[in-house]
């Protein structure tokens, strides 16, 4: 069992930039894959970035390649999204995921409960 708990949104304006943070609890944390994906209004949820086990190899939509950078410290059992060149399209609840599949960018079994990110002027 892993429980998952994002934080760091907020409003920015648009050009800015935010680091979201997911903190895990659970002794398997360094062995799952893990990702982030957002909802934006209206919208489905969509795939945002993915992270291996070890931090070796990384991927991310296209829509926020070259901006957005996914890391994380498995000594702290956390993951970090950092955010730049923010638009306004990037309006979203961001859901931090355990168990994302690099063959086609589907979600794992743990959620954690979103962290709202508005970027508005």
């Known amino acids: 069992q892993l429980q998952l708990v994002e934080s760091g949104g907020g409003l920015v304006q648009p050009g800015g930039s935010l680091r979201l943070s997911c903190s895990a609890s659970g002794r398997t944390f360094s062995l799952n894959s893990m990702g982030w994906f957002r909802r934006a209004p209206g919208k489905e949820r969509e795939f945002v970035a993915f992270?291996?086990?070890?931090?070796?190899?990384?991927l991310y939509a296209d829509s926020v390649k070259g901006r957005f950078t996914i890391s994380r410290d498995n000594a702290r059992s956390t993951v970090y999204l950092q955010m730049s060149s923010l638009k306004p399209e990037d309006t979203a609840v961001y859901y931090c995921?355990?168990?994302?599949?690099?063959?086609?960018?589907?979600?794992?079994?743990?959620w954690g409960q979103g962290t709202q990110v508005t970027v508005s002027s």
């Open positions: 995921n355990a168990g994302v599949r690099s063959y086609d960018y589907s979600a794992g079994d743990y």
């Open positions: 992270i291996d086990w070890s931090g070796t190899n990384t």
